[in-house]
Nanobody, 114 residues
Framework: VQLQASGGGLVQAGGSLRLSCAVSGIPFSSTHLGWYRQAPGKQRRLVAQISTGDTTSYLDSVKGRFAISRDNAKNTIYLQMNSLTPDDTAVYSC?????????WGQGTQVTVSS
């Protein structure tokens, strides 16, 4: 099983980023998936999830700013992040949702400057 997140970087407040996570080794199209983030000194938490039927849900603090999507043909999920704030600074990773059951991949760092 591999979870390969990419697309992070340094962005100014108000900016946007699009994250990608390529998933291998699982039945992708029949698995609920999500994006998680872990800020320094804090616990990892689920910020967005998408079901096998493309139903989505979000952490309250990112609603209206983040959008999760999936491409079953590419075994990839995405996270479009708009109107970023310094509070969004974290390492972002993907995993099964709502409970992460796979070994974590490396994640991708998102840093938002004020």
């Amino acid at each position: 099983v591999q979870l390969q997140a990419s697309g992070g970087g340094l962005v100014q407040a108000g900016g946007s980023l699009r994250l990608s996570c390529a998933v291998s080794g699982i039945p992708f199209s029949s698995t609920h998936l999500g994006w998680y983030r872990q800020a320094p000194g804090k616990q990892r938490r689920l910020v967005a999830q998408i079901s096998t039927g493309d139903t989505t849900s979000y952490l309250d603090s990112v609603k209206g700013r983040f959008a999760i999507s999936r491409d079953n043909a590419k075994n990839t999920i995405y996270l479009q992040m708009n109107s970023l704030t310094p509070d969004d600074t974290a390492v972002y990773s993907c995993n099964v949702a709502p409970r992460p059951t796979l070994r974590w991949g490396q994640g991708t760092q998102v840093t938002v400057s004020s």
